[in-house]
């Protein structure tokens, strides 16, 4: 079946550092891969997606790109803030059907001052 | 657009009680979704609906069951609760046509077992 391997966490950086997510999955066909944030107390929150090989999702900064040769979607921000401390999920939707959404087990990100 | 509501935001039940959440969905999204979030295991699937049909089911026993309304809003039903059910119980709402899994996630209801 279907399934996703994040990086542990939890990840502690320095705020304007560099930051990667590492991000890889097993999956039949061409899924649609996700990245969600989730900061403390709330739901999860989609911060981008990508759709088909070579496509890069981004938003607030944040980027990642479909890699179908390496079944990778690592997530990357050039610069991090301490707002940005949160933990991380990766995702992908299956293709051919109707596929349940199947997530990674989280990355927390904490950024220091 | 009002997002996805989930209700009560928190609760407390004893063990061997039952408890119902309740999640109504962005309007227009006829995909139902709910997950079961706990420290230990993370975020697992439960189970998805779709135009009042369970179009996917996760790896839970029986006392997890669901239902969807004509109207989108779902509602799950946990019973004879064990103390391991508490946890975070998040629902999602997406389109749910092929192709469109993009979620959108409620705020979650908390649910303690004593």
């Known amino acids: 079946g279907d399934s996703v391997t994040q990086m542990e966490g939890p990840v502690t950086l320095s705020e304007e550092a560099c930051l990667t997510i590492n991000c890889t999955y097993t999956a039949t066909g061409y899924p649609s891969l996700f990245w969600y944030v989730q900061y403390p107390g709330e739901g999860l929150q989609l911060l981008l997606k990508a759709t088909k090989a070579d496509d890069k999702g981004s938003n607030k900064g944040f980027e990642a790109t479909y890699r179908k040769e390496t079944t990778s979607f690592h997530l990357e921000k050039g610069s991090v803030q301490v707002s940005d401390s949160a933990v991380y999920f990766c995702?992908?939707?299956?293709?051919?059907?109707?596929?349940?959404?199947?997530f990674g087990t989280g990355t927390k990100l904490q950024v220091i001052p | 657009k009002a997002g996805v509501t989930q209700t009560p935001r928190y609760l407390i039940k004893t063990r061997g009680q039952q408890v119902t959440l309740s999640c109504s969905p962005i309007?227009?999204?006829?995909?139902v979704s709910w997950y079961q979030q706990t420290p230990g295991q993370g975020l697992q699937f439960l189970f998805e609906y779709f135009s009042e049909t369970q179009r996917n089911k996760g790896n839970f026993p029986g006392r997890f069951s669901g239902r969807q309304f004509s109207n989108s809003r779902s509602e799950m039903n946990v019973s004879t609760l064990e103390l391991g059910d508490s946890a975070l119980y998040l629902c999602?709402?997406?389109?749910?046509?092929?192709?469109?899994?993009?979620?959108?996630f409620g705020p979650g209801t908390r649910l303690t077992v004593t």
């Open positions: 995702a992908l939707s299956g293709s051919g059907g109707y596929q349940k959404v199947t």
């Open positions: 309007s227009g999204h006829r995909s």
């Open positions: 999602a709402s997406s389109l749910g046509d092929r192709g469109l899994y993009e979620q959108y």
